[in-house]
T-cell receptor
Framework: DTAVSQTPKYLVTQMGNDKSIKCEQN?????MYWYKQDSKKFLKIMFS???????INETVPNRFSPKSPDKAHLNLHINSLELGDSAVYFCASSFRDRDIGELFFGEGSRLTVL | RKEVEQDPGPFNVPEGATVAFNCTYS??????FFWYRQDCRKEPKLLMSVYSSGNEDGRFTAQLNRASQYISLLIRDSKLSDSATYLCVVPNQAGTALIFGKGTTLSVSS
């Protein structure tokens, strides 16, 4: 069983399109995250949800909208895709109040915008 | 000072070598620190946690110097399988997420 699973793993699309990435975790964690890793391999926090409540919203264009239907799922919708959105998007999960240092990451969703 | 800074490398070493990576952090209130490992085209995974002055796990030793706000990772007797990017990680000021350094790339050759 995959602990944190993301779909799709690869996504190639044209500028201006809208796309979504889904994430699910079966670890019973209460907190989920989206991180973006750009072409320079820099891994940067985008959003964090704790029990469906948004707790971190970094400086991210409002074209990016996260949605958490329940604490096991955190999806990311991106409107009007731009070239600079090309990156690997990692979903992760953890327990908020114990051992915040141990994040479990999904395998990543590699987005290429043409 | 940036939140987390690392020497990006790459570090190219032969098998059996000892190699050390350094990391500095800006939040003097941080109580916990972490090293993650990321293989090429894979997700990051936790390698070690550091809560006091240091931690040792087999060939890997992490040390913390709070006065200098400096963390190090020492790898002894390097193996080919140690080739990866090593990420220095600290919690953000609110303790609600992890901030990752840009990583140090290690390449071990035979």
């Amino acid at each position: 069983d995959t602990a944190v699973s993301q779909t799709p793993k690869y996504l190639v699309t044209q500028m201006g399109n809208d796309k979504s990435i889904k994430c699910e975790q079966n670890l019973g964690h209460d907190t989920m995250y989206w991180y973006k890793q750009d072409s320079k391999k820099f891994l940067k926090i985008m959003f964090s949800y704790n029990n469906k409540e948004l707790i971190i919203n970094e400086t991210v264009p409002n074209r990016f909208s996260p949605k958490s239907p329940d604490k096991a799922h955190l999806n990311l919708h991106i409107n009007s895709l731009e070239l600079g959105d090309s990156a690997v998007y990692f979903c992760a999960s953890s327990f908020r109040d114990r051992d915040i240092g141990e994040l479990f990451f999904g395998e990543g969703s590699r987005l290429t915008v043409l | 000072r940036k939140e987390v800074e690392q020497d990006p490398g790459p570090f190219n070493v032969p098998e059996g070598a000892t190699v050390a990576f350094n990391c500095t952090y800006s939040n003097s209130a941080s109580q916990s620190f972490f090293w993650y490992r990321q293989d090429c085209r894979k997700e990051p995974k936790l390698l070690m946690s550091v809560y006091s002055s240091g931690n040792e796990d087999g060939r890997f030793t992490a040390q913390l110097n709070r006065a200098s706000q400096y963390i190090s990772l020492l790898i002894r007797d390097s193996k080919l399988s140690d080739s990866a990017t090593y990420l220095c990680v600290v919690p953000n000021q609110a303790g609600t997420a992890l901030i990752f350094g840009k990583g140090t790339t290690l390449s071990v050759s035979s």
